[in-house]
């Protein structure tokens, strides 16, 4: 199947530093990816959706200028926390379905970030 | 999206099968009814989907209700290694959103 890589797998950091995160379809092409966080003991919950050359759609409540998404390329999305906090630590995960084929996503393994 | 409402915590025996039910009554006609899985500091793999029809794969079966309204993921023999929280959707396009799910525990 599809395989969605996603890195760093963990990351600890101090305040107030940014930190990138990145996405890439493997196999596949992908115009859009799907950024989602969750914290611990709860569900998923969509940030942004990515677009490939296009600026990115954010979630009701998800700051934008704070949660930067890049789409470069039809195979890289990236994730950057701009100055981030302690309340920011959560596990983030990408995910993305191949073109003509929405009905199946295609999950990162995540990345954990720990904000200190 | 249709909202979903699945039970909190199931528990099931060692190779013994397990029924994970899903209630989506206000889906729509041409929404796929999806299941995920997320085993823990994981994240979410791919189980199955359908439209209205059961559906069969290496993993699960899905089967649908009549009126679309509710769902069923079975695993007909569950290992320790499906122990894990399944989240079921019910959606006409992407992103998906993930409601709760039902933490599996699988006892030996």
């Known amino acids: 199947g599809a395989v969605v890589s996603q890195h760093p797998s963990w990351v600890i950091c101090k305040s107030g530093t940014s930190v990138k995160i990145e996405c890439r379809s493997l196999d596949f092409q992908a115009t859009t990816m799907f950024w989602y966080r969750q914290f611990p003991k709860q569900s998923l919950m969509l940030m942004a959706t990515?677009?490939?050359?296009?600026?990115?759609?954010?979630e009701q409540g998800v700051e934008k200028d704070k949660f930067l998404i890049n789409h470069a390329s039809l195979t890289l999305s990236t994730l950057t926390v701009t100055s981030a906090h302690p309340e920011d630590s959560s596990f983030y995960i990408c995910?993305?379905?191949?073109?003509?084929?929405?009905?199946?996503?295609?999950f990162g393994s995540g990345t954990q970030l720990s904000v200190l | 999206d249709a909202k979903t409402t699945q039970p909190n915590s199931m528990e099931s025996n060692e190779e013994e099968p397990v029924h994970l039910p899903c209630n989506h009554s206000?889906?729509?006609?041409?929404?796929?009814i999806h299941w995920y899985r997320q085993l823990p500091s994981q994240g979410p793999e791919y189980v199955i989907h359908g439209l209205t029809s059961n559906v069969n794969n290496r993993m699960a079966s899905l089967a649908i209700a009549e009126d679309r309204k509710s769902s069923t993921l079975i695993l007909h023999r569950a290992t320790l290694r499906d122990a894990a929280v399944y989240y079921c959707?019910?959606?006409?396009?992407?992103?998906?959103?993930f409601g709760k799910g039902t933490r599996l525990s699988v006892i030996a």
């Open positions: 959707t019910a959606s006409g396009n992407t992103p998906l959103v």
């Open positions: 995910s993305a379905g191949e073109q003509g084929a929405v009905e199946k996503l295609f």
């Open positions: 206000t889906i729509s006609g041409t929404d796929y």
């Open positions: 990515s677009n490939e050359g296009s600026k990115a759609t954010y």
